[in-house]
C-alpha cells in the first residue's frame, strides 16, 4: 500500500492494510503458519520459529492487545490456542517508516512440536522466482467471517534492502495474512525468506504487494530474542536442532552460517 493510502491508514492508526492470499486454495500443511488472535478473533498471521517464539508484522503487535497464537486450519475450529506473554517490536519500526515492520512474540507455554523452519536468503538473482505464500487472510472485502489457512503462490518482484514486492503469480496477500510466510524453494529445500507484510486496499490481483525480508533481521534482531528464549520453554520442548546434538546458540551459529553461505549461492 503506497500512497494517500498509506497515510490514510497512519491517520486511522491502522499500519498497513492486512495481507488475505487471494487466487489461493485452502491448506491443512504449514503448521508453522499461525493465525494472531485479539481477544479470540483472528487479525493477523505470524510463523513459529521455535516452540515458543512467533514472527509477525510489528505492525500486527505495536499496540497493546490480549494477544494469542492459534494453531490449526481455521479459527474457531480444531486446534490449539496459547496465549503471548512477551511482544518485541523492532526497535526501529514506526508506523510511518515500514522498512523495520517486523515483531517477535514469546508465547506462555510452547506450542505443540512441528517441524520448524528453515531461514534462507534472499539475493538479486531471485527476483522474477516464484514464492509460495501462506497465512489466515481473507480472500476479498466482501468475505465474512473467520478466514482459513490458505496458500498460493507469488512472484518475487523486487528486492529492497529490508523489504521485498510480490506480484501476483497468480496468488497475492490482501486482509489478515500480513504476518504470514513467505517461503522460496532452492536447491530441493523450501525455507522461509519473510514474512507478509501488506497487500492493496481492494485486494486487487492487479497490484503489487509487500514484505519483509527475513535473512536482514537475523544476527541483529532474531537469534538474540532465540537466544533469550526462556529456560522452561526450551526444557520443555527443545530446540529443533537439540535431537542432532546441537545447543540452541550453536543452532544459531550454523545457520547464520548457512545463510551467509547461501547468500553466495551465485
Known amino acids: 500500500m503506497q500512497g494517500p493510502m498509506w497515510m490514510l491508514a497512519l491517520v486511522l492508526g491502522l499500519g498497513p492494510v492486512p495481507g488475505a492470499i487471494i487466487g489461493g486454495t485452502a491448506t491443512q500443511a504449514d503448521p508453522t503458519v499461525v493465525a494472531l488472535l485479539n481477544a479470540g478473533q483472528p487479525f493477523c498471521s505470524g510463523v513459529l520459529l521455535s516452540p515458543r517464539v512467533v514472527l509477525t508484522a510489528a505492525h500486527c503487535a505495536a499496540l497493546p492487545r490480549a494477544l494469542s497464537v492459534f494453531l490449526g486450519t481455521e479459527p474457531g475450529g480444531e486446534g490449539e490456542t496459547v496465549p503471548v506473554s ?21 508465547l506462555a507455554r510452547p506450542a505443540s512440536p512441528v517441524p520448524w523452519p528453515t531461514l534462507g536468503p534472499l539475493t538479486a538473482s ?45 496468488a497475492l496477500p490482501c486482509f489478515r495474512d500480513s504476518g504470514g510466510a513467505i517461503l522460496l524453494t532452492a536447491s530441493g ?7 507478509i507484510q501488506s497487500g492493496s486496499t481492494d485486494c486487487s490481483l492487479s497490484k503489487q504487494a509487500y514484505g519483509m525480508r527475513a535473512d536482514v533481521f537475523l ?41 551467509h553461505l547461501g547468500r553466495k549461492r551465485t
Open 219 to 259: 544476527e541483529d534482531f532474531i537469534s538474540p530474542f532465540l537466544e533469550a528464549e526462556t529456560p522452561g520453554g526450551c526444557a520443555a520442548n527443545p530446540d529443533p536442532l537439540a535431537s542432532q546434538g546441537l545447543s540452541a546458540g550453536m543452532a544459531l551459529l550454523v545457520l547464520s552460517v548457512l545463510i
Open 126 to 170: 531471485d527476483v522474477g522466482r516464484t514464492v509460495r505464500i501462506v497465512g489466515f487472510g481473507k480472500r476479498s472485502r466482501e468475505e465474512e467471517g473467520p478466514a482459513a489457512k490458505h496458500t498460493g503462490t507469488a512472484v518475487l518482484a523486487g528486492l529492497e534492502e529490508t523489504r521485498l514486492s510480490l506480484a501476483a503469480g497468480p
Open 86 to 106: 512477551r511482544v518485541m517490536v523492532h526497535p526501529a519500526y514506526t508506523p510511518s517508516a515500514p522498512a523495520q515492520d517486523i515483531a517477535l512474540l514469546e
Open 189 to 195: 529445500q523450501e525455507t522461509l525468506v519473510g514474512l
